[in-house]
Nanobody
Framework: VQLQASGGGLVQAGGSLRLSCAAS????????MGWFRQAPGKEREFIAA????????YYADSMKGRFTISRDNAKNTVYLQMNSLKPEDTAVYYC?????????????????WGQGTQVTVSS
């Protein structure tokens, strides 16, 4: 399984970005796909997850409203739409996967990881 995250960059506060996670190496039916982020000096933090088969979504309470996870089965890609970005959203964003429909939220529960994409929000 390979995960390739992209779409990060520098954006002003209040702006938007859409991150992509291209998945390859197998069919992902029955997988849970997650987005996490890690700011300097902080632990990796759960943002959202989506089940590949049904498209059920799960969010960290603090991420509801500004972040939206989705997937495109035909493109084998998971997205994270981020709106109303704040300087405190600055972090490296990672996508992850595990062969299960359970909505895992802890980084240690995920098996496969992408390389991360940097998001920097300026004030």
């Amino acid at each position: 399984v390979q995960l390739q995250a992209s779409g990060g960059g520098l954006v002003q506060a209040g702006g938007s970005l859409r991150l992509s996670c291209a998945a390859s190496g197998r069919t992902f039916s029955g997988y849970i796909m997650g987005w996490f982020r890690q700011a300097p000096g902080k632990e990796r933090e759960f943002i959202a997850a989506i089940t590949w088969s049904s498209g059920s979504t799960y969010y960290a309470d603090s991420m509801k409203g500004r972040f939206t996870i989705s997937r495109d089965n035909a493109k084998n890609t998971v997205y994270l739409q981020m709106n109303s970005l704040k300087p405190e959203d600055t972090a490296v964003y990672y996508c992850a996967a595990r062969g299960s429909d359970y909505p895992y939220r802890m980084p240690a529960e995920y098996i496969y990881w992408g390389q991360g994409t940097q998001v920097t929000v300026s004030s």
